[in-house]
């Protein structure tokens, strides 16, 4: 049976499954009250599309200085950047945004959410990205550096034409990985007030009391910008192979 | 070459593997270094080929001392080839670019002078059929040759090998020997690390046995091999000669 095929199979079950859950329970749908709302869905989807490539980018720089920090011989360096992953990566998004937007960002007077927001998911994204370039860069073996030495290559040049291309291979797969947590992530912006697709959605459901109609988009929306991210990890997964 | 090493010391945490090494050879064209594993002849090759800057210690090759700071060992590794035991071909490249990349980047040569500056080279070894694969497209045997090309066609003043076919099974093993027996005869200078005891008998100008971080003996291969009244020396081949 090809793939696709197969792909197509699971999730015409799955759809089978849902529908007849939602026949049993004799869900009466509400589409017509929601379907007014259109326009909010749209503009929360923008702000969820803007906000996450506006944290794409950051969250790379941030990750890729945090990695720096973290590969450093110096012990200070080492430890800013060890205390940031941990720290992030050990407590909830949750905590972090109410932290960085009601004490942090109002202590230094910083007032736009879509700036603190972007700036959070950033920075917490950012230690995952961290270790993920660490994990890149350390596993490219030491004879490599080895034989760019040997052969008299500069230590900017075995990081540009040797080190790089290799690492840059291995981590592009987790890093799609991480940007669709990323997306999703930004659903928990809503608490700081920021109208993004998640916040939309519950403000659909505060009008119309029809919340899986509200809901459900919801889902269908951010399905549309995670499952082509997932199709590009497995296809950079598949070209990773230059090492058999 | 003449290569005289003085008081090699080299430590690292704590450990000494190289103590207070000594080495005076004649003027030679292939110096062979044998010797039990962990007894510091890798630690001395990498230090001959300015990989490594030992702790004390003089070396020079032919009345020139090796430098200490790394920016003149880096301009030293130019005018050198280091082979080691495996991957030492960048995965990511095809042979081909393997071999130009140095050329290109560290030599200066255009893309169109490095590339005919390969092309013999590898018609001669009979590496051209491979020159567009990837390593993980070749066998053991022809990445550790086309290793051995990329060292060479940058035209080094000596070349360096650290057991190039410890990683090899017996087949490519005598494929790899093959290509270094036919450098010796092509007047290629060069300092080898190896296992091969008959490979190291038939090429060695002389042979230095390294253990414990010393030279223990050092001559003719003649002299290390059937002649060595060294307990250490003549304990270790009756062990590995069967």
């Known amino acids: 049976m090809p793939r696709w095929v197969a792909h197509l199979l699971v999730v015409v ?45 950051a969250s790379t720089l941030i990750g890729t200085l945090a990695a720096l920090c973290l590969a450093s011989r110096r012990p200070l360096v080492e430890a800013i950047g060890r205390v940031y992953v941990e720290l992030i990566r050990g407590t909830p998004l949750l905590v972090q945004l109410l932290i960085g937007f009601y004490v942090i960002a109002s202590a230094v007077g910083l007032e736009n959410r879509f700036v603190v927001g972007v700036l959070v998911l950033s920075l917490f994204s950012g230690a995952y990205m961290a270790e993920i370039f660490r994990g890149g860069l350390a596993a490219i073996p030491q004879t490599q550096r080895d034989s760019a030495r040997a052969i008299g290559l500069t230590p900017w040049q075995t990081l540009r034409l040797v080190i790089l291309p290799q690492a840059l291979r291995l981590v592009l797969p987790p890093v799609a990985g991480q940007l669709v947590s990323l997306i999703k992530d930004s659903s928990l912006l809503s608490v700081i007030a920021i109208s993004e697709f998640t916040l939309a959605a519950q403000e659909v459901n505060a009008f119309t009391y029809s919340t899986l109609e509200s809901y459900l988009p919801l889902a269908a929306g951010y399905l549309v910008l995670t499952l082509p991210l997932s199709a590009l990890s497995r296809w950079l997964e598949s070209r990773v192979s230059f090492e058999a | 070459m003449k290569l005289d090493v003085r008081d090699l010391v080299q430590q690292f945490d704590g450990t000494t593997v190289l103590d207070r090494l000594a080495l005076a050879t004649g003027d030679i064209q292939a110096l062979v270094l044998v010797g039990p594993s ?22 020079a090759f032919d009345g020139q001392p090796l430098p200490r700071d790394e920016a003149a060992l880096r301009d030293y590794r130019k005018t050198v080839g280091t082979v080691f035991q495996a991957y030492n071909l960048f995965p990511h490249l095809s042979a081909l670019d393997n071999l130009l990349l140095p050329l290109i980047h560290v030599h200066g040569l255009s893309p169109a002078a490095a590339r005919d500056r390969v092309r013999e080279p590898l018609e001669r070894f009979q590496l051209a059929a491979h020159a567009h694969k990837r390593p993980a497209e070749l066998s053991g045997g022809q990445k550790q040759r086309i290793a051995i090309l990329r060292a060479l066609v940058v035209r080094p003043r000596r070349l360096f090998f650290d057991e190039p076919t410890s990683a090899l099974d017996p087949e490519m093993t005598a494929e790899v020997l093959e290509m270094i027996g036919e450098l010796k005869a092509l007047g290629t200078q060069f300092v080898l690390v190896t296992h091969e005891m008959g490979f190291a008998r038939r ?6 046995f390294i253990g414990d971080g010393r030279v223990l003996a050092h001559g003719s291969a003649e002299e290390i091999f059937d002649r060595c009244a060294v307990p250490r020396v003549h304990d270790f081949f009756g062990r590995i000669l069967v």
């Open chain 1, 13 to 57: 079950a799955f759809a089978a499954l849902i529908a007849v859950a939602f026949a049993r329970v004799n869900y009466a749908w509400n589409w017509a009250g929601v379907w007014e709302y259109r326009q909010k869905f749209v503009q929360g989807w923008l702000t969820t599309v803007g906000l996450s490539l506006a944290a794409l980018v």
């Open chain 2, 38 to 59: 962990g007894g510091g002849k890798s630690t001395l090759l990498r230090i001959l080929a300015g990989l490594d800057v030992p702790t004390a210690g003089s070396i």
């Open chain 2, 203 to 208: 090429v060695a100008d002389e042979l230095a």
